[in-house]
């Protein structure tokens, strides 16, 4: 053995761990090496020490506790510890984490005493079943009967885009006053009373509803127009009149595209569809397009502007409380015509 | 290697180291007692795994005894290494109080040592020798054991101090 590796037993001298083979090779080193003789002559303190049985168990219940947790403290062993540690505190998380769930709410519904079961909707009927109800349900301005009693005559028709008349001198007049004009009379039909019901329900609700200021999403912007002698229609002045026999026309602004309808109230309440109209955003449109509201003797003439964004039948919108719902946010404007 | 060169040896050794902890003279004359010892009272042991152990236990026990008498008078050249009786080291009070001293320091060294060096003072304690170790403690070869019990030798004796005994005064 090498010097280094004969120092190396120096460790073992002490506490008797070399072999004969070993102590000898340290031994007989030392008698030629003084430093390892003075190394070995050091030890001998410790040798003595350890002679003593009583002395070794003291060191050994020293070492005994500590080497129950020793593996602790091994890496492999805080590595383990480690990564279930992480592994509990992430599916902690994952556990406690609220869900989405509707057991909240059903908690909360049990604290509560019981409700009466809110009635269901009834299933969309046949519109004979549901117009009374419809009827009743039916919100009137205050002067409706009175308006209704002074609408005589009925304009129904296709309106068609025509081009912007001239500016009027002013703003019309909610008051004022035209005569009917004879082309009224020749009106056609109109619409079923089928479909009205289902419109006087729709439209009051967006009367109703056109109340509120937040509903009105665009201006519908309308001028009168009144036929002339030579049967064009030209603009009312702002302070203008309208006499029993004018005939009058509406050019309505189309504030978006969709579908802009014209209906007027009859005497018992209900709403007519006078003219329906595709429009497009921006453009100028005349209703009803052919003929004229007309009053043969002097009356109050209450009509409604609709517009529906999307251009569909007014009919089948309006046959469910979900269409009635859409209608309600869309552009209506009421117009009362007096005729004197 | 015969006796006499045995002690030959032994004698050159002793003096060098006593000469570190006493003075020239009195190293000289504590070489020349641990000799007269063994030859008078152990001339039956000639193996130098037995002579080396007792002639250094001999040599200890006359520099502590000295050191202990130095300081009762008070001065250390007042006494004659001659005054020295043969030690009886068991029946010896002070040296067992200070090997009790020592074992105190020892057993809190211990306790601070790393998990591979507790393991592999426990085992040779329990009386393993390096060969066992190996196999206990997996090790490559019995070279990485000697290695391992050097330093860890080397750090439980920088935990005491640098020495096992405690300071002398």
């Given at each position: 053995?090498?010097?280094?590796?004969?120092?190396?037993?120096?460790?073992?001298?002490?506490?008797?761990?070399?072999?004969?083979?070993?102590?000898?090779?340290?031994?007989?080193?030392a008698?030629?090496?003084?430093?390892?003789?003075?190394?070995?002559?050091?030890?001998?303190?410790?040798?003595?020490?350890?002679?003593?049985?009583?002395?070794?168990?003291?060191?050994?219940?020293?070492?005994?506790?500590?080497?129950?947790?020793?593996?602790?403290?091994?890496?492999?062993?805080?590595?383990?510890?480690?990564?279930?540690?992480?592994?509990?505190?992430?599916g902690?998380?994952?556990?406690?984490r609220?869900?989405?769930?509707?057991?909240?709410?059903?908690?909360?519904?049990?604290?509560?005493?019981?409700?009466?079961?809110?009635?269901?909707?009834?299933?969309?009927?046949?519109?004979?079943?549901?117009?009374?109800?419809?009827?009743?349900?039916?919100?009137?301005?205050?002067?409706?009967?009175?308006m209704?009693?002074?609408?005589?005559?009925?304009?129904?028709?296709?309106?068609k885009?025509?081009?912007?008349?001239?500016?009027?001198?002013?703003?019309?007049?909610?008051?004022?006053?035209?005569?009917?004009?004879?082309?009224?009379?020749?009106?056609?039909?109109?619409?079923?009373?089928?479909?009205?019901?289902?419109?006087?329900?729709?439209?009051?609700?967006?009367?109703?509803?056109?109340?509120?200021?937040?509903?009105?999403?665009?201006?519908?912007?309308?001028?009168?127009?009144?036929?002339?002698?030579?049967?064009?229609?030209?603009?009312?002045?702002?302070?203008?009149?309208?006499?029993?026999?004018?005939?009058?026309?509406?050019?309505?602004?189309?504030?978006?595209?969709?579908?802009?309808?014209?209906?007027?109230?009859?005497?018992?309440?209900?709403?007519?569809?006078?003219a329906?109209?595709?429009?497009?955003?921006?453009?100028?449109?005349?209703?009803?397009?052919?003929?004229?509201?007309?009053?043969?003797?002097?009356?109050?003439?209450?009509?409604?502007?609709?517009?529906?964004?999307?251009?569909?039948?007014?009919?089948?919108?309006?046959?469910?409380?979900?269409?009635?719902?859409?209608?309600?946010?869309?552009?209506?404007?009421?117009?009362?015509?007096?005729?004197? | 290697?015969?006796?006499?060169?045995?002690?030959?040896?032994?004698?050159e050794?002793?003096?060098?180291?006593?000469?570190?902890?006493?003075?020239?003279?009195?190293a000289?004359?504590?070489?020349?007692?641990?000799?007269?010892?063994?030859?008078?009272?152990?001339?039956?042991v000639?193996?130098?795994?037995?002579?080396?152990?007792?002639?250094l236990?001999i040599?200890?026990?006359?520099?502590?005894?000295?050191?202990?008498?130095?300081?009762?008078?008070?001065?250390y050249?007042?006494?004659?290494?001659?005054?020295?009786?043969?030690?009886?080291?068991?029946?010896?009070?002070?040296?067992?109080?200070?090997?009790?001293?020592?074992?105190?320091?020892?057993?809190?060294?211990?306790?601070?040592?790393?998990?591979r060096?507790?393991?592999?003072?426990?085992?040779?304690?329990?009386?393993?020798?390096?060969?066992?170790?190996?196999?206990?403690?997996?090790?490559q070869s019995?070279?990485?054991?000697?290695?391992?019990?050097?330093?860890?030798?080397?750090?439980?004796?920088?935990?005491?101090?640098?020495?096992?005994?405690?300071?002398?005064?």
């Amino acid at each position: 053995m090498s010097r280094d590796e004969i120092q190396k037993l120096l460790g073992g001298y002490a506490t008797g761990t070399l072999s004969d083979t070993e102590r000898r090779e340290l031994l007989e080193a030392a008698l030629d090496d003084q430093e390892l003789f003075d190394e070995l002559a050091k030890e001998q303190a410790l040798h003595d020490v350890l002679q003593d049985h009583a002395a070794r168990r003291q060191l050994l219940a020293a070492l005994k506790p500590a080497r129950g947790w020793s593996w602790v403290r091994r890496p492999a062993t805080l590595a383990l510890v480690g990564g279930l540690a992480t592994l509990l505190i992430v599916g902690g998380v994952v556990w406690l984490r609220p869900k989405p769930s509707v057991q909240p709410e059903t908690t909360v519904a049990e604290a509560l005493p019981p409700r009466q079961p809110a009635p269901l909707p009834a299933p969309a009927p046949a519109e004979s079943v549901v117009r009374p109800a419809l009827r009743r349900k039916l919100v009137r301005p205050p002067e409706a009967p009175a308006m209704a009693k002074l609408i005589r005559q009925e304009v129904a028709g296709g309106a068609k885009p025509v081009a912007a008349p001239p500016p009027p001198p002013s703003a019309p007049s909610p008051s004022a006053v035209l005569t009917a004009a004879n082309d009224v009379a020749n009106a056609p039909a109109q619409p079923p009373e089928a479909n009205t019901v289902h419109l006087l329900d729709t439209l009051a609700r967006a009367q109703a509803a056109a109340g509120a200021p937040a509903k009105a999403t665009l201006p519908l912007e309308y001028h009168l127009l009144r036929a002339g002698p030579d049967g064009n229609y030209v603009p009312v002045a702002a302070d203008g009149e309208l006499h029993a026999g004018d005939s009058v026309r509406l050019q309505v602004g189309a504030p978006a595209a969709g579908s802009l309808q014209l209906y007027r109230r009859d005497p018992a309440g209900g709403l007519s569809l006078l003219a329906g109209q595709a429009v497009e955003k921006a453009q100028q449109y005349v209703l009803p397009a052919s003929g004229g509201l007309t009053s043969a003797s002097p009356a109050r003439m209450e009509l409604l502007l609709l517009l529906t964004p999307a251009e569909q039948p007014v009919m089948s919108l309006l046959k469910t409380r979900e269409a009635d719902q859409k209608v309600q946010g869309k552009v209506v404007r009421q117009i009362n015509l007096d005729f004197r | 290697m015969q006796r006499d060169e045995v002690l030959r040896k032994l004698r050159e050794r002793i003096v060098a180291f006593a000469a570190s902890h006493i003075s020239g003279d009195f190293a000289e004359d504590l070489a020349q007692e641990v000799l007269i010892l063994l030859h008078e009272k152990y001339s039956h042991v000639d193996r130098v795994e037995e002579l080396v152990p007792l002639s250094l236990q001999i040599a200890r026990f006359k520099i502590m005894s000295l050191r202990r008498k130095s300081l009762r008078h008070g001065e250390y050249t007042q006494v004659s290494i001659a005054d020295i009786q043969l030690p009886d080291l068991e029946a010896d009070p002070a040296t067992l109080v200070e090997r009790k001293q020592m074992l105190e320091r020892l057993t809190q060294a211990v306790a601070q040592l790393g998990d591979r060096c507790r393991e592999l003072m426990r085992l040779k304690l329990e009386g393993k020798n390096f060969g066992e170790i190996q196999k206990r403690m997996g090790a490559q070869s019995i070279n990485t054991v000697y290695t391992w019990d050097f330093r860890c030798r080397q750090q439980l004796l920088d935990l005491m101090g640098g020495d096992w005994e405690p300071a002398k005064k």
